[in-house]
């Protein structure tokens, strides 16, 4: 069956320090993995896809297939950054698995 | 542009009540996905429509849980003889490419 684990619950980090946000999964399919953020009082929309292999907001995540994880990761962290942040798997009818979600506080 | 709305934003029902939760899509968005949100948890699947066609209704908890889409646009999620369990934040996302779900607000449901 498929998984998402985020391990981290909460996470907190200085402004300017480096942020990496834990994911990993479970599936035995060719994986399709994205990040989605939701900020204060906002919606839930999506960060980045693997598959585009882009940086948004200054934030990357690599698919590391060995180590079936996809890690969220910034150098230097920004007070905007603040936000709720959910790893999620796509399987089947591009139905998506969430994990339970990391809250990074980043501190100024 | 307006993006996925829901309706109502909140909602309290007794227990044994029934509720309608309403989604409307951004317009000419294909795909329309229901999710269950716990307090303290991720979105889990519920159902999925493509147009008109629920093609996938596996993450429905009971049958007390039915989703409908019957023009291919608004969608109306129906909960009947709710449970204390059924309280959650329900999500209704819509897409026209497998890359990107565009969420709406969400309804949060507190049955008492």
């Known amino acids: 069956a498929q998984r998402v684990t985020q391990p981290e619950k909460l996470l907190s980090v200085f402004k300017g320090a480096p942020v990496e946000l834990k994911c990993n999964y479970s599936y035995s399919g060719s994986p399709e993995l994205f990040w989605y953020v939701q900020y204060s009082r906002q919606r839930l929309q999506l960060l980045l896809r693997h598959i585009s292999r882009e940086s948004i907001k200054g934030f990357t995540a690599d698919l590391n297939k060995g180590e079936t994880s996809f890690h969220l990761k910034k150098p230097f962290a920004q007070e905007e950054d603040s936000a709720m942040y959910y790893c999620a798997l796509m399987w089947g009818n591009e139905k998506l698995t969430f994990g339970t979600g990391t809250r990074l506080t980043i501190i100024p | 542009g307006a993006g996925v709305s829901q309706s109502p934003r909140y909602k309290v029902a007794k227990r044994g009540q029934d509720v309608a939760l309403r989604c409307d899509p951004i317009s000419g968005h294909v795909s329309l996905f229901w999710y269950q949100q716990a307090l303290g948890q991720g979105p889990e699947f519920l159902t999925y429509f493509q147009n008109e066609a629920q093609l996938d209704k596996s993450g429905l908890p009971s049958d007390r849980f039915f989703a409908e889409r019957p023009e291919g646009s608004v969608s109306t999620l129906k909960i009947q003889r709710t449970q204390q369990e059924d309280s959650a934040v329900y999500l209704c996302?819509?897409?026209?490419?497998?890359?990107?779900?565009?969420f709406g607000p969400g309804t949060r449901l507190t049955v008492l």
């Open positions: 996302a819509s897409s026209f490419s497998r890359y990107e779900q565009f």
